[in-house]
C-alpha cells in the first residue's frame, strides 16, 4: 500500500508545470546558463521555478517556450498547466466555463425557418377541420417527456400562452419548449422558479451550468422568460408536495413531476393550479430576477443608461463608441425607429461631461472583427449597429484614434474564438449586459446575480496574464495595416 502512494505522488509531481518544464528544457540540450543567456533571464530565476519555488509571470513563461524547440500543441499544454497551477483548480474551471459559455452562446438562437410539425387529431386533442395544426400530438407511451410536450402543445393553442415552472434547468421542458413555441410561430410567457448553489470564493462556481441553460431559454425570441433564483438554506421549504418536488403551470393543467423525472402526474384541478400559483409567488417574494430580457425597443437605452458604469468588454469588434462625433452620428444614423429619441439620449448620455472616462475602460476584441470593421465599415456592436456603414475617411479615423488610446484596447488570440456580433460588457454595479446582435434577430439581457457576474470580470480581469492576448505591438501592426490598406484603396479610386 506504502510504495502505491509512493507511485502515486511521484506521478502527481511529474504532472506539474516545473516538470513539464524541466522535461523540455532537458530534451532541448540547452543548459540554464545557456537558456539564460538566450532568454534575457535570470539564471536564479529559471532555477526557482524548475524547483517549484517561483511562481513567475505569464511573460517570463512565454519567453521560456519561445525559446524552446515545442510545437503549438506542447506549449498550448504547458501555459494551460501553468494557469491552472497559478490560479488553483477551482478559479481555472470557472474562467474555463466562463469562456466556454461566450465562445458558444450564438449557437442557441433557434431559427425562424424550422420544419413545421403536422398534428393528428383526435379526441384529446381535436384539430379543427381544415386547419394546418403546426405541432404534433402524444402517441405511443406516456413518460415525463411525452407530458412535457403535451403540455406545451395544449398551452400553445391557448390565446395568451404562459407557463409557470418550478425545475431544475438541466430538465428537457427547456430544450422542448422553444423549438414548439418557435415552429408553431407563437410567443409564450415562462416564469421560471429555481436554486441557486451558495458558492464561496475560491470554490468551484457550480451554477455555471444553470447560467448557460438559463441563458440558452432566453435567447429563444419566442419566450418570454423570467427566471427567478434563490439560494438553497437547510431551513427553507420550497416542496408542498415531497414526492412530487417540480411543478409546471399552465391556463388549464398542473404538472407534477418526480425528483428524478423518472414520473409525472397531469392533473386537470382548479384548486390544485390556484395552490401551486399561490406557492410561486411566495417563492418568488424571496427570489431573485436572474436573467432580464431586453426587447428591441429598449436596447439602445439599456446601453446609453448604462455608458456611465462601463467596466470591461469582450466583443467581437472593437467598441468604437467613445470616438462617435455629433457629424458622425447625424450623418450615419438612418431613419431607425424613435430617430430624434436616439439623437436626445446620445446628447445626454455620451456627449455630455457626465460620461465616464474611457481611460479606464477595458476592450478586449477579434483581430477579426477589427478587420472586418476596417473592411466594411459596419459596427456590429451596440450602439454602433444602429449606425450605416462608415465611410473610409471615417474608418481611418476611427482605427488611429483606436491607436492614439491603445492603452484602453486589448486583442485577443484565436484561441479565443469570440463568436461574430457578440457583446458581453461588465459594469462598475456588478452586472452584466449579455448581447448577440444579428441581421435576423437582437438579443440583449442584463445579468445580475452578483456571483456569476463576478466570475465574468474574474475572467476580464486576468486575460491580459492568460496567453489568449496579442502585444500591444503586434495590435499596432494591426492597426496601421488596416489603415494602409484604407489610404491605399483610397488613392486607387481617385486614381481610377
Known amino acids: 500500500m506504502a510504495g502505491k502512494r509512493t507511485a502515486h505522488k511521484r506521478e502527481r509531481a511529474e504532472d506539474t508545470f516545473a516538470c513539464k518544464l524541466s522535461m523540455y528544457i532537458e530534451k532541448s540540450g540547452l543548459t540554464i546558463q545557456k537558456l539564460a543567456a538566450v532568454t534575457g533571464l535570470g539564471r536564479t530565476a529559471i532555477q526557482h521555478t524548475l524547483a517549484g519555488k517561483l511562481v513567475p509571470a505569464k511573460s517570463f513563461v512565454d519567453r521560456l517556450c519561445a525559446a524552446l524547440p515545442m510545437t503549438p500543441d506542447q506549449r498550448t499544454e504547458l501555459s494551460n498547466q501553468y494557469a491552472r497551477e497559478k490560479a488553483g483548480d477551482a478559479v481555472y474551471y470557472n474562467r ?49 417527456n411525452s407530458l412535457f410536450r403535451t403540455v406545451i402543445i395544449t398551452e400553445c393553442r391557448t390565446e395568451d400562452p ?127 430576477l436572474m ?45 431607425v425607429p424613435d430617430r430624434d429619441g436616439i439623437l436626445q439620449t446620445v446628447s445626454e448620455k455620451f456627449f455630455s461631461g457626465n460620461k465616464q472616462d474611457s481611460g479606464h475602460f477595458k476592450n478586449f476584441f477579434t483581430k477579426e472583427g477589427l478587420i472586418s470593421f476596417a473592411e466594411t465599415g459596419q459596427m456590429t456592436n451596440m450602439p454602433g449597429s444602429l449606425l450605416m456603414p462608415m465611410s473610409r475617411e471615417e474608418r481611418i479615423y476611427f482605427l488611429e484614434s483606436m491607436k492614439s488610446a491603445a492603452g484602453s484596447y486589448v486583442m485577443l488570440t484565436k484561441d479565443f474564438a469570440v463568436p461574430s456580433f457578440m457583446q458581453v460588457i461588465c459594469l462598475t454595479n456588478r452586472q452584466l449586459i449579455i448581447s448577440c446582435l444579428t441581421e435576423e434577430k437582437n438579443f440583449c ?52
Open 162 to 288: 404562459h407557463f409557470t415552472a418550478a425545475l431544475p434547468m438541466e430538465s428537457m421542458f427547456f430544450e422542448m419548449l422553444p423549438q414548439i413555441l418557435s415552429a408553431s410561430g407563437r410567443r409564450a410567457r415562462l416564469e421560471h422558479y429555481f436554486t441557486m448553489n451558495t458558492c464561496a470564493e475560491g470554490e468551484k462556481n457550480t451554477n455555471m451550468d444553470i447560467l448557460q441553460g438559463a441563458l440558452k431559454t432566453a435567447m429563444c425570441a419566442a419566450v418570454d422568460y423570467s427566471p427567478y433564483y434563490h439560494y438553497i438554506s437547510p431551513e427553507t421549504e420550497d416542496n408542498i408536495l415531497a414526492p412530487y418536488p417540480y411543478y409546471i403551470v399552465t391556463s388549464e393543467f398542473s404538472l407534477l413531476i418526480s425528483a428524478d423525472h423518472s414520473s409525472a402526474v397531469m392533473i386537470d384541478s382548479p384548486e390544485l393550479r390556484e395552490e401551486l400559483l399561490r406557492h410561486s409567488e411566495r417563492i418568488k417574494s424571496r427570489s431573485s
Open 291 to 335: 436573467i432580464k430580457q431586453v426587447g428591441q425597443p429598449e436596447m439602445f437605452d439599456t446601453f446609453a443608461n448604462s455608458a456611465q458604469y462601463f467596466y470591461s468588454s469582450i466583443e467581437y469588434q472593437p467598441c468604437l463608441t467613445g470616438f462617435i462625433t455629433e457629424d458622425i452620428l447625424l450623418k450615419r444614423l438612418g431613419n
Open 445 to 496: 439581457c442584463l445579468l445580475t446575480e452578483p456571483g456569476l457576474c463576478g466570475a465574468f470580470e474574474d475572467l476580464i480581469d486576468n486575460l491580459t496574464d492568460s496567453g489568449l492576448t496579442e502585444s500591444v505591438g503586434i495590435l499596432t501592426a494591426v492597426i496601421d495595416c488596416c489603415i494602409d490598406m484604407l489610404k491605399s484603396s483610397e488613392e486607387e479610386y481617385l486614381t481610377d
Open 96 to 144: 474555463c466555463r466562463i469562456k466556454e459559455i461566450i465562445e458558444s452562446l450564438p449557437q442557441y438562437r433557434i431559427s425562424e425557418t424550422m420544419t413545421r410539425f403536422t398534428m393528428e387529431n383526435n379526441d384529446k386533442f381535436p384539430c379543427p377541420v381544415g386547419s394546418v395544426c403546426p405541432v404534433k400530438t402524444v402517441t405511443g407511451i406516456v413518460n415525463v
